[in-house]
């Protein structure tokens, strides 16, 4: 068919207006989305920017404060034994082994062979040595520096018992590159980022051969990350696997590249990454690493030691020594073939290394606090001096007085005593006990136990057990007759008879002693050394309660205290910490020492930020002390703390004395020896009755902790203005040494006795005795 003559031919079909116009609207929009994303990216980028600048030009890291026990003096004569020896290198990590490397050490016989790390105290280093040390009854009978600068005093690294952790319990050691052994940063490199000195902070290859790996594998065996975007995941960013989080990975990479040097990169990454748990702390860093699994410092790790840390990078848990040892020998192993296979060791060594055993320490040498009592004492003591913040994220070293070989004694003492007290007894309200080890010459706490399970973090009953101290006031009671010496002597006669005190609002009081009974007329040092209530309430209320608690205020008391006639009874309550501190005048002859618990405070660097010097104020005179130092003296050797022979030598001269509340609620001792002054403390938590006396619950705990420490007997220098005199017991004059009545006491010069009686009868008779002897 042909085509009508008027049809045309049609052309192109152009587009309408309205599709252009829809085109040039969506190219726009396109462009201006654009443009609005451009600008947020790069808001985005700036924000980034400052974050990653922020925490890299300011504290990167928030290092907890360590706390130290006081460092084990060792020297010709130091008192230890062969256990105390081996406890105390136990506790700073050392390892029994064959060895010559630091921290480790050898004993045959009462001889160690000891392999120090040395350490840097606020007086100067302590270097590396290697000690022989023989220990013979109770203290070092030969010492010698075997190797290293030569010394006659040597200080061994400090353990560390705890720290002031931030709140998200992170712990780590800074280390500088510097401290690396040789092998740890090829290791590293080879088996994390082999490119990381040739990218920029992210690789694109290494992104793709991992996906490729991952897609093939059906889910993710492999990552594409570089160290520097592990360092960026761990200090910035969540660990969700989402493309945003991921973006934000690589852009702020690429920043911290662009801003920062490698190996300042590198060695934060070194002392980011995570390599473990201990309880609610988590390992960050190698050089925590190093001391968490082998209690050796970063610098001294060999081949094999290195391999096995940089194996755990991938996963902490997955390969833990300690759990799956067989998991973390592959690994290790694993690592040392990479560096075979890259060059960086050769076979031999390479075989060397995997034969090596995994040489994990038995125990961690950093574990959550230790000794939770003491060190929340410490706290205390710290923060009249430091914001928490400071102390939390500052790395301060704090070196505290703490004696690791008592603190277990003193533990122990309190664990079997108590076991044996509340067998039989209703276990829904067991005994509790609290007990205080001070130095008796400077008030150092050299232990504290909180109850009688020491290692649980609950109440603190040495320090914040508020309970009546019975008869532990009487000591002060007659320090302050004792100051009068024209009214009050050793000898002076005391009426223990009952007697009954009426009120002005009707009440009455009717002391009476613990047994009920009464004993007459007695001398002040029988009345102190048997207790006797009686006696004692007639003395206080003689020279006036008002003395009494001023006495109390002078020796560090700082609490309430009633000036009712009880309080003379010990109706005041007081935690063993305070009675400690208050007792502790008494041991060093009428000084008041505060109780102390730091020694020193450092920067991370060792830089000194405070030193608690020792500070002593006199506040009773001496010659009166010392007259209650000798009642105190017979208490233990005839009064109501002669039960501790039973544990103790009778060589050993100590001073106490017993206190113990109304039906037996509380049962106290509070003694010493020349070098230890103990509390102990020993009752229910609800107030409830028992059957003890001081003599018969903390007494026990007292003096089997006393029994198992080397120590020095009491022997206190007699002062100016106090003379010795022989003296009868029964007349309280004056006679001959010879008397089967004489009594060597101390009298403040001028009180002493002007009466005088002779035994010349005995003298005659055995006069007349011998001369009879002669004709037989």
């Given at each position: 068919?042909k ?33 609005v994303?451009?600008?947020v990216l790069?808001?985005?980028?700036v ?12 504290r ?19 008192t ?11 506790l ?10 630091a ?7 009462g001889r160690?062979?000891?392999n120090?790390?040395?350490?840097r ?31 006659a ?10 720290g ?9 050691i ?7 052994p ?5 290791a ?22 991992a ?8 889910h ?40 920062y ?37 970063l ?5 094999h ?32 073939e ?15 290394a ?14 959550e ?14 923060a009249?001096d ?13 070196f505290?007085?703490?004696n690791?070989?008592l603190?277990?004694?003193a ?16 276990e829904?309200?067991p005994?509790?006990s ?6 008796r ?9 909180g ?8 109440f ?5 057990a ?5 008869s532990?006031?009487k ?24 007697f ?6 009707g ?8 047994e009920g ?6 001398p ?12 004692a ?29 009880s309080?003379?009874?010990?109706a ?24 102390r ?11 000194v ?31 109501t ?32 020896s020349g ?8 009752g ?5 009755p ?25 022997s ?33 010069v ?13 003298l005659?008779?055995?006069i007349?005795?011998?001369f ?5």
């Amino acid at each position: 068919m042909k085509k009508s003559a008027n049809t045309k031919k049609r052309g192109p079909r152009r587009p309408s207006k309205a599709s252009s116009r829809r085109k040039t609207w969506f190219w726009r929009l396109a462009g201006r989305l654009a443009l609005v994303g451009i600008i947020v990216l790069a808001g985005w980028t700036v924000y980034l920017d400052a974050v990653v600048t922020d925490r890299f030009e300011g504290r990167r890291f928030e290092v907890p404060s360590r706390v130290y026990a006081r460092p084990l003096e060792l020297y010709e004569g130091a008192t230890i034994t062969e256990a105390g020896l081996r406890q105390e290198l136990s506790l700073s990590g050392y390892q029994r082994v064959r060895a010559q490397r630091a921290g480790t050490y050898t004993e045959s016989g009462g001889r160690f062979v000891i392999n120090t790390r040395g350490f840097r105290f606020a007086d100067g280093p302590e270097p590396r040595r290697q000690l022989g040390v023989t220990i013979a009854n109770g203290q070092v009978s030969g010492f010698r520096v075997l190797s290293g600068p030569d010394a006659a005093l040597t200080r061994l690294e400090p353990a560390q018992i705890g720290g002031i952790y931030p709140a998200h319990k992170e712990d780590r050691i800074l280390v500088t590159l510097a401290d690396l052994p040789p092998t740890l940063e090829p290791a590293l490199l080879a088996v994390e980022d082999r490119n990381f000195y040739d990218h920029i902070g992210i690789a694109p290859l290494s992104i793709v051969r991992a996906l490729w790996v991952n897609l093939q594998a059906g889910h993710i065996v492999q990552g594409g990350s570089t160290l520097t975007q592990q360092l960026v995941k761990n200090l910035f960013l969540s660990r969700d696997q989402t493309l945003i989080r991921k973006g934000n990975e690589a852009i702020m990479a690429l920043l911290l590249e662009l801003h920062y040097d490698k190996k300042d990169i590198l060695e934060t990454y070194l002392n980011e990454v995570y390599l473990g748990q201990a309880g609610p702390r988590s390992i960050h860093g190698f050089g925590l690493g190093s001391q968490f699994y082998f209690g050796e410092a970063l610098k001294d790790l060999k081949l094999h030691q290195v391999a096995l840390l940089v194996g755990l990078v991938k996963g902490p848990s997955y390969y833990d020594p300690r759990r799956h040892p067989e998991r973390a020998r592959e690994r290790r192993n694993l690592v040392i073939e990479t560096l075979l296979a890259n060059g960086s060791i050769d076979s031999k060594t390479a075989r060397r290394a995997e034969a090596e055993p995994l040489g994990i320490a038995d125990k961690p040498s950093y574990s959550e606090d230790r000794y939770p009592a003491f060190i929340d004492l410490v706290r205390r003591h710290l923060a009249r001096d430091y914001r928490q913040e400071d102390l939390q994220n500052q790395g301060l070293r704090i070196f505290t007085t703490l004696n690791p070989t008592l603190q277990s004694t003193a533990e122990q003492s309190v664990r079997t005593t108590l076991q044996q007290l509340n067998e039989g007894q209703d276990e829904s309200s067991p005994l509790e006990s609290a007990m205080v080890v001070t130095s008796r010459d400077n008030g150092e706490v050299l232990a504290l136990v909180g109850g009688r399970k020491p290692d649980y973090a609950g109440f603190n009953r040495a320090v914040d057990a508020q309970r009546p101290i019975g008869s532990l006031i009487k000591p002060f009671t007659y320090l302050t007759a004792l100051e009068q010496p024209d009214r009050y002597t050793l000898i002076t006669p005391l009426e223990d008879r009952r007697f009954a005190l009426v009120f002005d609002d009707g009440r009455r009081w009717e002391p009476k002693n613990y047994e009920g009974n009464e004993h007459g007329m007695v001398p002040l040092h029988t009345a102190l050394a048997h207790s006797y209530n009686l006696a004692a309430v007639r003395t206080g209320l003689d020279i006036g309660v008002d003395a009494v608690i001023e006495t109390l205020r002078k020796f560090g008391v700082t609490g309430p205290v009633s000036d009712y006639p009880s309080m003379l009874l010990g109706a005041v309550s007081m935690s063993p910490v305070t009675v400690a501190s208050m007792y502790q005048g008494l041991a060093t002859s009428g000084f008041n020492i505060p109780l102390r618990t730091i020694r020193g405070v450092t920067t991370a660097q060792g830089e000194v930020l405070s030193r608690y010097n020792l500070a002593v104020d006199q506040v009773a005179d001496p010659a009166a002390v010392h007259l209650v130092q000798y009642a105190m003296q017979e208490t233990m050797r005839e009064g109501t703390g002669r039960s501790a022979y039973r544990y103790l030598p009778s060589s050993l001269s100590l001073a106490g004395k017993t206190g113990t509340t109304d039906d037996g609620r509380d049962s106290w001792f509070a003694g010493f020896s020349g070098d230890l002054l103990a509390v102990t403390w020993v009752g229910h938590d609800d107030n409830a009755p028992t059957s003890l006396t001081g003599a018969t619950g903390a007494l026990p705990v007292w003096a089997r902790f006393m029994a198992q420490v080397p120590q020095h007997g009491f022997s206190p220098v007699v002062p100016d203005g106090v003379k010795y005199d022989w003296v009868d017991s029964r007349t309280g004059a004056l006679t001959d040494k010879q008397c089967d009545n004489a009594r060597f006491m101390p009298f403040i010069v001028g009180s002493e006795p002007t009466d005088r009686v002779s035994c010349s009868g005995e003298l005659t008779r055995r006069i007349r005795g011998w001369f009879e002897g002669l004709f037989q």
